[in-house]
């Protein structure tokens, strides 16, 4: 269990998280919802150690982090793929996941490295490739391949749609919901909130650095005020209607079909869900 306590933060003098307290259970998605500047972000980099907490813990598995430390972080299972990928452009593949797992041994690393292009058989042929000439997509799952490589139990990902097309972004989708199912705990922020609270099994909203609402993702989903606020137009029983054809739409994703008897649309390289308020 990944468990933040009472967390508090910021830059300087001026506070941005102000007492967040949550947990990340083993094979659990969590996602974190919330408006430009609310501190998503902060959160992701208090508990991977690039910011010092000024105040409250975080501890994984009985575990408590000192906290202030990426190396900490990382031997204390805890991976973060920041926002806007971060890779490096003028090495190659192979050597941006190399330092993804920089602490492990040779014989994990090749274990590691064979999971990776497991999860992503997209990277395996391009390894020796500069990953500045990767697509937006590729560098994605090269960005969420090297967090794998420190063989993380929790990931923390910071916007991985961000800027994909909608069927790339339905890939990475895919990834996430399998890296849930094979134990790992996801802490998600995501922009597209309809499709993180599809994949989350808890989900909260983040408001000036605070917890405002917390549920479900499809408790979430159907909340007016989140679906409203966050998501974009759209009353709570149309967004519980969305979520049972997203929820559809991602499982069939997943089983490689496509969903059937249900209309053509556009969002997210997924149909778009039913019933829309105009
Ligand atoms: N390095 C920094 N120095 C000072 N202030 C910062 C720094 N990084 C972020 N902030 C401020 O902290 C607040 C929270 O930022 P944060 O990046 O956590 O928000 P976010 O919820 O991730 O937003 P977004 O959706 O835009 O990514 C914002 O007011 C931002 O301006
Ligand atoms: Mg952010």
Request: with cysteine.
């Amino acid at each position: 269990m990944l468990e933040v306590t009472g967390l508090r933060a910021g830059y300087g003098s001026g506070e941005i998280l102000r007492g967040l307290t949550f947990t990340v259970a083993p094979g659990e998605i969590v996602a974190v919802v919330g408006v430009n500047g609310a501190g998503k972000s902060t959160t992701l980099k208090v508990i991977s150690g690039l910011l010092r907490a000024s105040d409250g813990h975080v501890a994984a598995d009985g575990r408590r982090l000192s906290g202030g430390s990426t190396v900490e972080a990382v031997r204390h299972g805890i991976a973060h793929v920041p926002e806007g990928r971060q890779v490096f452009p003028g090495m190659t593949v192979r050597e941006n996941l190399l330092l993804g797992g920089y602490t492990a041994s040779k014989k994990v690393i090749a274990a590691r490295m064979d999971t990776v292009t497991d999860v992503f058989p997209e990277l395996s042929a391009r390894l020796p490739a500069y990953a500045g000439e990767l697509s937006g997509g590729q560098q994605q799952m090269l960005a969420i391949g090297r967090g794998l490589m420190s063989g993380p139990r929790y990931l923390l990902l910071d916007e991985p749609s961000l800027g994909l097309a909608p069927q790339m972004c339905q890939r990475i989708f895919e990834v996430i919901a399998r890296l849930g199912t094979d134990g790992t705990g996801v802490l998600l922020v995501e922009q597209n909130g309809r499709l993180a609270l599809a994949v989350a099994r808890q989900a909260f909203l983040l408001e000036r650095g605070s917890i405002t609402l917390s549920g479900t993702g499809a408790e979430m989903l159907a909340n007016s005020e989140v679906a409203e606020r966050y998501l974009g137009v759209g009353s709570a029983s149309a967004q519980a209607a969305g979520l049972q054809y997203w929820t559809r739409a991602l499982a069939a994703a997943m089983d490689e079909q496509p969903p059937r008897g249900e209309p053509a649309g556009a969002a997210n390289g997924l149909p778009a869900p039913p019933a829309r308020r105009s």
